[in-house]
């Protein structure tokens, strides 16, 4: 099969490699649609080192091509999203609900940059028909999204601010709107902000020529958001977006900042205003599988997300493409693009 190879940053190859062989409880999927995630670019632009060489991808979706005789697993054919962890579901975090700290992670590569991967059977949610490959593939990163509002208090007709228009601030905006709030975006590219108000966005601040907080507290009677997510990996965004909340708010940030820093916090906004900072990393597999239905009943909506599809021969162009913000969400397809994913 072909596959991609991530050797170093910026040298991403196309290659020959041996087909999976599915052992008892594995699963060969045909990959027909994966997305590009900002943490592969991270290993792609070499501000996260990664070993080399490997196969990147993890927003998998495809169909079941090979299971090992005797296995209970989907049958060849099978139309499957594939979660990237296995969890155990029996140790001390998985035990308190934070099974996105699992212990006992059942690791795997999944390599979705190929034409075929492997993975554990048990980590296959089945698809409709209906559902296109494309769309399923967001389960992953939706997933991530519902992870984080878990730890988002938003009573309904609250403020809430989406720092940054990218793919998953367009995810937590929509996520946002459904559980009642009133969702101002902001970013610093004006065509991303066009995104934002059919989405649902009730305002949208370009920040690349105004005082974003104050554009906020001026939309908010002058108090803030009661909820601040980041999406975007920066120490100076992270700092401004501790302004930007309520009395009583809540920050998230929900990006990784590549490479680790530092933020300044003033300690007496944290305690003078009771606002509280939390994070978000990964998702259980509740959130993978709640994804799923929200992506399959049309409640979250990733059509105008996508700006990019890319056979696995440009892998490169989709790497760049989400590298340097051109567009939004690249896809690439290893086995070629269907009709059906054409017209997604």
């Known amino acids: 099969m072909r596959a991609a190879r991530l050797y170093g940053p910026g040298d991403i190859r196309v290659e020959d490699v041996p087909d999976p062989v599915p052992a008892p409880g594995w699963v060969v999927v045909r990959v027909e649609a994966c997305g590009v995630c900002p943490s592969d670019t991270r290993a792609y632009s070499g501000s996260r080192p990664a070993g080399a060489p490997w196969t990147p991808g993890h927003e998998v979706a495809g169909v079941v091509a090979a299971v090992a005789d005797g296995s209970s697993a989907p049958s060849r054919g099978a139309r499957v999203v594939a979660d990237w962890r296995s969890v155990c579901g029996l140790c001390f975090y998985c035990q308190q609900g934070d099974a996105n700290f699992c212990e006992r992670r059942r690791d795997f590569a999944i390599a979705g ?37 878990r730890s ?13 228009a990218g793919p998953i601030g367009l995810l937590h905006l929509q996520v946002a709107t459904h559980r009642g709030a009133r969702v101002i975006v902001t970013d610093v590219l004006p065509e ?6 059919p989405l649902g966005a009730a305002a949208t601040i370009d920040a690349s020529d105004c005082d974003a907080v104050a554009a906020i507290k001026d939309l908010t009677g002058g108090r803030g958001a009661k ?39 003033d300690p007496n906004l944290v305690h003078y205003n009771q606002v509280s900072l939390t994070g978000s990393h990964d998702y259980n597999p509740g959130d993978f599988a709640t994804a799923l239905r929200l992506l399959d009943g049309g409640v979250v909506s990733v059509d105008t997300l996508v700006t990019g599809h890319y056979l696995l021969a440009d892998i490169k162009a989709a790497y760049e493409a989400t590298n340097s913000h051109q567009g939004l969400k690249s896809i690439v397809h290893p086995n070629g693009l269907s009709r059906t994913e054409e017209s997604a």
């Open 192 to 197: 991303r902000l066009d995104v934002a108000r």
């Open 152 to 164: 988002l208090p938003i009573p309904l007709g609250s403020d809430v601010v989406v720092v940054g």
């Open 113 to 149: 940059f190929a034409q075929l991967t492997l993975v554990p059977e048990e980590v296959l949610h089945p698809l409709r028909d209906e559902l296109s490959f494309t769309t399923a593939s967001f389960c992953e990163p939706l997933a991530c999204v519902l992870n984080a509002h």
């Open 227 to 265: 909820a601040v997510v980041v999406t975007v990996g920066s120490a100076a965004v992270a700092e401004t977006a501790m302004r930007m909340a309520c009395r009583g708010g809540t920050v998230s940030l929900f990006a990784g900042i590549h490479p680790p820093t530092t933020i300044d916090l």
